[in-house]
T-cell receptor
Framework: SAVISQKPSRDICQRGTSLTIQCQVD?????MFWYRQQPGQSLTLIAT?????????ESGFVIDKFPISRPNLTFSTLTVSNMSPEDSSIYLC??????????????FGPGTRLLVL | RKEVEQDPGPFNVPEGATVAFNCTYS??????FFWYRQDCRKEPKLLMS???SGNEDGRFTAQLNRASQYISLLIRDSKLSDSATYLC??????????FGIGTKLQVIP
């Protein structure tokens, strides 16, 4: 499986500010994914990021709030903009497993724990 | 109806016990199925894949019932280290996976 790192691992931010989370993979991957996991909840997909194209956002998530970059096949960033306490969550990036079609699953980075005051 | 449903638990079981979790999914066209394990304050990690009628890996057995649209995870001889949240994950095609809320397991000495 791929080795995935995220920076920062945690942060405490003031409302109204923005935070950019970095995700680095040790191998080239086609698809990278950004999830949010709020306390006591399961993982919710924010967007899918492909290199060379704009990210695809899920219902309820917009580019202005969560801009994403994907400059190459091993790196992506997610920015949480104009933060409010409701954005306090764990943000996880993941990559496709590279398995055969319809057998794909995902491997996750360690997550970024964000607390907004 | 949620796409993937799990009983959130917690399931409190003594060491050495056998415990089983079920997960139901709503989309009959779902292609493949997985169990992930998530420790407290950690990321989810792939535990098992469930492709056809099920598979076994040591103390862990996963079963798939397509007719009733559920998968199960059986853990035999529970260890303290098995304490975690177990996430049911369904691949509905097009590289999209959907996560259940997870079932929390606490193995008690």
């Amino acid at each position: 499986s791929a080795v995935i790192s995220q920076k920062p691992s945690r942060d405490i931010c003031q409302r109204g500010t923005s935070l950019t989370i970095q995700c680095q993979v040790d191998s080239q991957v086609t698809m990278m994914f950004w999830y949010r996991q709020q306390p006591g909840q399961s993982l919710t997909l924010i967007a899918t990021a492909n290199q060379g194209s704009e990210a695809t956002y899920e219902s309820g998530f917009v580019i202005d709030k969560f801009p994403i970059s994907r400059p190459n096949l091993t790196f992506s960033t997610l920015t949480v903009s104009n933060m409010s306490p409701e954005d306090s969550s764990i943000y996880l990036c993941s990559v496709d497993s590279g398995r055969a079609k319809f057998q794909e699953t995902q491997y996750f980075g360690p997550g970024t724990r964000l607390l907004v005051l | 109806r949620k796409e993937v449903e799990q009983d959130p638990g917690p399931f409190n079981v003594p060491e050495g016990a056998t415990v089983a979790f079920n997960c139901t999914y709503s989309n009959s066209a779902s292609q493949s199925f997985f169990w992930y394990r998530q420790d407290c304050r950690k990321e989810p990690k792939l535990l098992m894949s469930v492709y056809s009628s099920g598979n076994e890996d040591g103390r862990f057995t996963a079963q798939l019932n397509r007719a009733s649209q559920y998968i199960s995870l059986l853990i035999r001889d529970s260890k303290l280290s098995d304490s975690a949240t177990y996430l049911c994950v369904v691949n509905m095609g097009y590289q999209k996976v959907t996560f259940g809320i997870g079932t929390k397991l606490q193995v008690i000495p």
